[in-house]
Structures are given as C-alpha cells and as structure tokens.
C-alpha cells in the first residue's frame, strides 16, 4: 500500500486470491492490513472493538518510507499505538504531501485458552463528520499452534555500538556510563523480546575480527598464562543473567523463557591470548577460564541455552591467519580441532551446560561435514551451496548436530511474500533454522531517505516514543509464516512430512518436492580453491529460480490450505 | 592513610593512561615502542607471510566476482605467528590499549602496499576496512625510503608511529604502524 491507497505493484495479488482469511489456529496470531482513506485532508480516528472476549489486539501504524532509487514510499516500519488512533492526514510526522491514506497492520492473538469459534468486532473510521464501521469475523480453529517453533528464525547483529547509535536520546541521557547502564541492557533485552515475540531469536557477536572483546560480552578477567582468571562477571551477569534465566522475556505471549541461544565471546584471543598460541599458556588460559564459564553457569542453572562456540574472523581481514569463517583452506581444519580439543578439556564430560561448537561453512561444507564430524556440531550454511548436498541435513542431524542456513533479507521493494522464502525454504530442506546475517541496522535515515531495508526487521522506536525497537511488516509476515508451518508441521504426525512438504510445495511456488534439490552439479566435488563466486552463482540458478517464483499470493495460498487442514484435523 | 593516598593516585593515573592521555604523551610512548619494533621485527619472516597464490589473485579482476581477491588471500601460518606474536607483545610495552600493525609492500605491484598483520582492537589510521591492498601513502613511502621514523597524526586523536622493518640484508622491507588514540572506544570494533 502506498500513501495513496494503491496496493504496491509488488504485492498484487494474481487472480481473487487475495481474500482475507480472518480464521486462525490458537496459539497464533490472525493479521489484517486496515486501510484509512480520506476524501480530503484533515482529522480522522481509527477503532477496533471486538463484542466477544478472549482476544488480543494491537494495532499499528505503517510507516511510509521514502526510497531514493525507486523514489516511491514503501511501508515497512510499524509504529505501536492505541485505539482509538486520533490524527490527520497527511500524517504529520511522516511528511508526505498529499498523502491520503494510512495503512495500519493489526495483530490478532488467539491465545491456546481461547475458546474455538466465531469472535465478532468492528473497525470505525470516523472523518469529515460521517462514520464507516467494518465488520470482522474471526474463526479461532480449535487446533492450537505448537509452542516449538518449525523452524527457528535467527536474527543477527554485532557488538552494540549500534545501539548508541539509534538511540541518541537514551545515549545522551547515560552519558559515559551509558553502556553500563540499566537503559542500555533494558535495550538489549528489549530486543530479544520483539524478536521472541515474533517467534525468532536474536543474536549480538561480542567481539570483533581482531578479537576485541565488548565489556558486557565477557566476563572480566585477570592474570596471565597458569594465573589468568575471571575477575568479575558483573556486567556479563547484568547482560545475561536475565536472558538466561528467561525473565528478561516474562510477559511476552510467548512466554518467559531462556533464549535457546547464545553466543560465546571466544575467539583466537580470548579468554587465551593469541602470544600464546600452541604453547602451553595458551592452553591454560583458555582451560581455566572456559572451565570457570561452565561452572558459573551450571551454578546459576543456564543449562537450557546452547553456548555456541563461534569464529567470525577471516584471514582476509588480516588479525589471524586462519578463517574461521566460511573456511576456504583446508589446512584452516587444523584449528577447529585444537579448539575441540580444547574445549573437551575445559568442559567436564556430562556437564549440563550445553556448549557446541558452531561453524559457519560454505566453499568447503562437504569436506568438513567430514573432517570435522564429532569437532563441529552446529551447522549454519552458506543457503545456496546447501543444495548442492541433498543428504547433508538429515545426515549431520542424525548424529546430532544442529543444522541452519544463513542468508539475508529481503529488502522492501520485493513483494511481501519475499521473506516467507528463507523460512519456507529451510522447512522443505529440513533444517532447524535460518540466520539473517544483520537485522538491526536501519541505513543513515530509513525514515526519510531508505536504502531499501536489507539488513534491518527492527527500528529503532525512539522518535516515536518507544524505549525500544518497533516491529517491520517483514517480521510480522515472516512470524506468521513460521507459525503457519508450525501447525502444519504439527499436522504431519498424521499425514506423513514429506507428504506435507510436497504438496506445500506445490501451493507455496508451483515448485515439486525434488526441484528443491537440483541435481548435484560437478562443482559440488571439486576442492573450494577452484570456485568462484561466478562458478558458484552459475550452478545454483535452480535455488534461486524457485526464489523468483514467489509472488504476493504465494503464501496467501498455502496459508488456506494449513488452515483447511487444521480445521479438519482432529 | 598513605596507602590509600598511593592507591587513589594510581586509579587516577590509570585512568588518564587508559582514557585521555595527551597527543604529546601518546606520540612519545609509541615512538619508544615504534624504536624497539626496528629492532625486533624479523623482516625476512615478514617477507614469507603472504602466499603466492594470494597475490596471483591480489589484483585479479572479475566482473562477476568482486571478491575474488579477498577469497583467494591467504598466508604461510608459521612466520605469520611469529610476526604476530612479536608485534602483540611489542604492544605490550605500553600500559595502555596500542596495535602494532604490519604493513608490506605488494609484491609485483608498484605503489600498492598492504597491511597484512593487524591486532587486537583493530586500530588504525590508513586501513580501510576490507582492502587488501592500497595505494602507497605518502608518509608510509618516506619510512621505506628513508629508513626513519615517521609520526602520524592525521586523524584528529590519533596518533601512529611508523617504522622501518628491515631483513638480513639490511633493505627495508616493511614497516610497522604502532598506533592508539587519546580517547579509548570500548565499544569501537567489536563487530
């Protein structure tokens, strides 16, 4: 939709398949686009009441972006606000001349207690002195959306400069102390709570490519070689104390619980120093500090978070000589086992802590599913290559190991359907998750000048109030996504997964089961050196044609039949 | 009494040691550090760190694959630990935050040169982020041409000393940027 009212080119419907479905699972949220047009500028307010109880709704404003390279507004950011909603247009914070209607995007939660059946409410617009009320029916199906997600959507950052960054006024107000202030870690932990409430988690690397560690990513720490201790855990406790022990996520619908994971800040130079490395010191720093890691948090009772060992650094960006980044040299495997290595040293067998070891494989995937079998144990893989190897899922799970894509993000030009793809894609692929590489950085001025969106799902809510960040329409349709694949995931126990994944297939892009796993191309063997990212592009055309298939009805579809499914299931 | 005197004197001192020391102040420190480096760093293992597949593809060009030199970069892991050991506990000479960045002469590519050994807080004042090799600055080329010393201060807080790595035979072959600022960032480059 555009500040005209005009459904956006992208996001038209083919065919009368853009019927709303007001029906929902319970555990589930029901989402609706509310358009307020005006005939003329001026004041008008915007109601929702529902005549029975047992639903939630929020109610947000859309935000019309201004992007330079289209020089079109898109709607993406979503402002939370309260009913009724009293303003005019043209908006007057988003300055938009002749602007003559307001998109809203409104959340419908059902909660799993909800009784099944029809709830009834209204929406009013009031302007100009007449008033239009729509009616909505809502059927809550009595098929309730599991609790464990499909497939687990990862949204990624790095460090928290950032958040200074986006938040100059609570910057402003914490002075020099401001990163060791409640408002910054109230910050943090608000944004873990967005992305929990839209059925995701969120991560933030705590170290840089040099190995810098950030202060609230780390315990301190002390001494040197046999000596190196952890000094104090104030800071890492204040960060994550809250998040590992769940309270930092009490009064989401979702539920107060520990984020199932979490970075570690280990890296080549720390909690040992790099001057040490492959002498014995090295060793000892590492052993002594990661030991006293598993016991702080086995005292505390973290034990429902997986701790994930994980090396950002690449040789390219010259502070180490080895990448543990998408490793493109073999001879770099040497590393991750001394780092087992070490790892089983410092971690008591049987400990309930759970630490894995997480790499992040492209060029060489298949060689270190085999070199590193029983080293790595977390997978997260470049989305392309993966379909080069069909079995590698299903095998790295059977013996355990966790298994994620990485990609990006769609960015606001493409349809709204675009980021159901990462999702989607990953459930037919049967893996665990997805990781959008960056989510938190919004451009220099996404509100007035926007670059497009593609490594951002939450903005800064700041000028709008908000001690926090405010959702994307991204996010929510993604959110919906991944529920709908939930419940329909929780409906294969009786009709058989690949069943399911077939003819989801089919509704979702027209695409067969099998097209999601072209044939493996000859490049798929050949050692990592001799690939190129033109060799790479040319042999996963089949990956990305399934991508480009997707259109704004693309879910719409699939979504009727979840539902006709859960509503016959029994 | 006295004791707690000394004590708040030290906490005063390391404060202004981490947090704000004086241009003046930081430029004499790591001119010492930078002095001690000439002698210390081994140029001829400086020279065996890049490999040379990494620079066949240096400046390879591909229309379709931007980062074809970047993913083909790569180093011979032993003197590149030596080097870098040695540069991390040059950086130790001071008790305040300091990298000692290696930077080398591309080979086979006139006017271009290369940082190829950075440290811990990722410091610097001619890297730009990603490069893997750039034009030869002005103050870098008076250093491998003069065989002297050359302080930098470009960068409004900043200050670098750069100085000479020589071989066995006595040809510079390198230098090293010893570098900090006179405000510290905690947060600066962790990403």
Not at chain 1, 192 to 213: A, I, N, S
Not at chain 2, 133 to 155: H, S, Y
Not at chain 2, 158 to 166: D, E, I, Y
Request: proline residues 7%; glycine residues 8%; hydrophobic residues 40%.
């Amino acid at each position: 939709m555009d500040p005209g009212g005009a459904i956006l080119e992208a996001d038209r419907i083919p065919g009368d398949a853009g019927r709303v479905l007001t029906r929902g699972a319970r555990g589930g949220y029901v989402s609706l686009r509310l358009v307020a047009r005006l005939a003329r500028p001026g004041p008008y307010s915007l109601d929702v009441q529902w005549s029975d109880a047992g639903l939630e709704s929020d109610l947000f404003r859309e935000w019309f972006h201004w992007t330079e390279p289209e020089k079109r507004y898109y709607p993406d950011a979503l402002i939370p606000v309260k009913t009724p909603y009293r303003s005019e247009l043209p908006e007057p914070d988003n300055r938009i001349p002749k602007q003559s209607a307001q998109s809203f995007w409104m959340d419908v939660w059902i909660p799993a207690t909800a009784r099944p059946g029809m709830y009834r409410g209204a929406v009013r617009l009031e302007a100009d002195g007449a008033t239009v009320t729509r009616p909505i029916e809502l059927t809550a199906l009595p098929a309730v959306v599991p609790g464990q997600e499909a497939v687990t959507m990862d949204h990624n950052s790095y460090g928290s400069s950032w958040i200074g960054g986006l938040y100059p006024a609570a910057r402003a107000r914490g002075g020099e102390r401001f990163f060791e202030s409640d408002e910054f870690f109230s910050l943090i932990h608000s944004y873990h709570r967005l992305f929990h409430e839209h059925g995701g988690v969120f991560h933030q690397l705590g170290y840089g490519h040099g190995g810098k560690v950030g202060l609230e990513y780390a315990p301190e720490l002390a001494g040197t070689g046999r000596n190196k201790r952890v000094k104090s855990w104030r800071l890492y406790d204040r960060h994550y104390g809250p998040l590992l022990d769940g309270s930092a996520l009490a009064g989401t619908r979702r539920g107060a619980r520990p984020v199932p994971f979490v970075y570690l800040p280990i890296n080549p130079e720390w909690p040992a120093s790099f001057l040490w490395w492959g002498e014995p010191g090295y060793e000892a720093e590492f052993v002594n500090v990661v030991g006293e890691m598993e016991r702080h948090f086995r005292e505390k009772g973290w034990t429902q978070t997986v701790f994930e060992v994980f090396f950002n650094h690449k040789k390219r960006y010259k502070a180490f000589p080895w990448d543990g980044d998408e490793s493109r040299f073999p001879e770099d495997n040497k590393y991750f086992h001394e780092y087992a290595r070490l790892l089983k040293k410092a971690v008591p067998a049987g400990s309930p802590v759970n630490f894995r070891f997480r790499s992040d494989s492209s060029w060489m995937m298949e060689r270190q599913f085999q070199e590193l079998a029983g080293v790595v144990d977390f997978w997260v893989l470049g989305s392309s290559m993966v379909s080069w190897y069909k079995d590698a899922p299903r095998m790295l799970k059977q013996r355990g190991d966790i298994v994620w894509i990485y990609g990006g993000t769609p960015s606001v030009q493409a349809s709204a359907a675009a980021v159901t793809f990462a999702p989607f894609q990953c459930w037919m692929w049967d893996a665990d998750g997805y990781v959008r590489w960056l989510t938190t950085s919004p451009g220099e001025d996404p509100w007035f000048r926007f670059e497009g969106g593609d490594t951002v799902m939450a903005y800064p809510g700041e000028r709008f109030g908000v001690e926090g960040p405010i959702p994307s329409i991204r996010l929510k349709v993604q959110r919906n996504a991944v529920q709908d694949l939930t419940l329909l995931e929780s409906l294969g126990k009786s009709r058989g997964i690949e069943e399911l994944r077939a003819e989801a297939s089919r509704r979702y892009n027209g695409a067969a089961a099998e097209d999601w796993w072209p044939p493996r191309p000859e490049i798929a063997g050949m050692p990592a050196q001799e690939m190129t990212n033109t060799t790479i592009g040319e042999n996963t055309t089949a990956v990305k044609r399934l991508e480009e298939t997707v259109n704004a009805g693309s879910w719409v579809e699939l979504r009727k039949w979840i539902l006709t499914l859960a509503a016959e299931a029994r | 009494m006295k004791r707690i005197l000394v004590f708040l004197f030290c906490s005063a001192a390391l404060c202004l040691s981490q947090e704000s020391r004086t241009g003046a102040d930081l430029g004499r420190d790591l001119d010492e550090i930078a002095r001690v480096a000439t002698a210390m760093v081994d140029g001829d293992a400086c020279r065996r760190i890049v490999t040379k597949r990494a620079l066949e593809f240096m400046d390879k060009k591909d229309s379709g694959d931007p980062w074809i030199g970047a993913d083909n970069f790569d180093v011979h892991h032993e003197p590149y630990i030596q080097v870098k050991k040695t540069l991390m506990r040059l950086a130790k000479l001071a008790p305040f935050p300091v990298d000692v960045n290696l930077w080398m002469p591309v080979e086979g590519m006139e006017g271009r040169i290369q940082v190829l050994i950075r440290n811990k807080h990722e410091m610097s004042q001619f890297w730009r982020w990603g490069a893997l090799q750039q034009e030869l600055f002005p103050p870098m080329k008076t250093v491998l041409e003069e065989a002297r010393r050359v302080t930098v201060t470009e960068k409004p807080g900043w200050v670098s000393v750069l100085a000479p790595v020589h071989d066995s035979l006595g040809d510079v072959v390198g230098l090293v940027e010893v570098v900090s600022r006179t405000e510290w960032d905690a947060q600066k480059n962790v990403k």
